[in-house]
């Protein structure tokens, strides 16, 4: 097997990768993801105990223990960029011997849940509920740089949707894992979610400038494939659908809805609705 050069896997000097400064004993088999690298400590602030801490960059990481469990909860920062970074170096922290930089013969598995602020853009999704991402669409551009296998079914729907609102590039679909939705979302609104490059004219946002699709809301709002509605923006869920299908990892998403487009609404107290949807994953650990 082909040793991995220093210049593609880049280690710290004590050996931790390079951008998280994580050794493999730094992380848990359960990780929760967090955009917001302030949200670290509103959700390691629940564990029974906090055995390592580490702040890098945007990257900013607490393991400890619940209920005996061992957990991680790790922030990403905004954005698809950043959770390549995030997921790969998370993931050659477990499948990659960092000694002799060769993929591992047996690899592992992660179970990794998002916890997330997202806007609705259906109606009926009240602030204050929690969307599962059933399937993201990915806007973004990672998937350009990844073969990430889509069935055909998500190949299809894509392709309609492109067609649909006049896409000048192919988005992406993939679904999340099912074992984890059973698990951590089984009373949540199922969605299928955009993910935007951007938050405010990749999300039909306009304050003082032009956008090029001024109708994108309602675009995605009316658009459907049999039962495929869109329900939610955020901007990292197909970065992390994609790579964990391609890297055998186990990942939902879960949004707070903080947000509804159609309505033009704002939550009053959006710390309140994402600390509900912490204690209910934690709950379920």
């Known amino acids: 097997m082909a040793r991995i050069p220093e210049s593609e896997l880049i280690l710290n000097p004590d050996g931790s990768v390079y951008h998280l400064s994580l050794k493999p004993e730094h992380i848990a088999d359960t990780i929760i993801a967090v955009g917001d690298p302030g949200r670290v400590h509103q959700v390691s602030q629940y564990f029974d105990s906090i055995e390592f801490e580490m702040n890098k960059r945007e990257f900013i990481t607490h393991t400890g223990y619940l209920n005996k469990k061992r957990v991680t909860v790790i922030s990403s920062g905004i ?10 170096e998370l993931d050659a922290l477990v499948n990659i011997d960092l000694t002799k930089r060769e993929p591992k013969k047996k690899l592992k598995s992660l179970n990794i849940i998002r916890i997330g602020t997202s806007g609705a853009m259906q109606e009926d ?6 969307v ?23 190949a299809m729907i894509a392709g309609k949707l492109k067609e649909a609102i006049s896409l000048e590039f192919m988005p992406y679909i993939i679904s999340g894992s099912e074992k984890l939705m059973e698990k951590y979302a089984f009373d949540m609104v199922k969605g299928n979610t955009v993910t935007a490059p951007g938050f405010y004219a990749p999300q039909g946002r306009a304050l003082r400038l032009p956008i090029k699709h001024p109708n994108l809301v309602d675009q995605l709002m009316y658009f459907h494939e049999d039962n495929f509605w869109i329900t939610n923006f955020e901007m990292e869920t ?3 659908y994609g790579l964990s299908r391609m890297m055998g990892h ?10 509804n487009r159609a309505k033009g609404t704002f939550s009053k107290n959006p710390l309140k609705v994402v600390d509900g949807l ?4 934690l709950s379920r650990i």
């Not at 954005?79 to 790969?88: P, S």
């Not at 912490?278 to 994953?281: A, G, L």
């Open 238 to 240: 197909a970065g992390y």
């Open 79 to 88: 954005g698809t960029d950043n959770v390549e970074i995030l997921l790969t």
């Open 278 to 281: 912490i204690k209910k994953v």
């Open 132 to 154: 599962v991402s059933e399937n993201a669409i990915g806007f973004d551009t990672l998937g350009f740089f990844y073969p990430y296998p889509q069935s055909a079914r998500e």
């Open 125 to 130: 999704i009240k602030l204050g509920s929690y």
């Open 250 to 259: 186990n990942m939902i998403s879960l949004n707070a809805i903080v947000v």
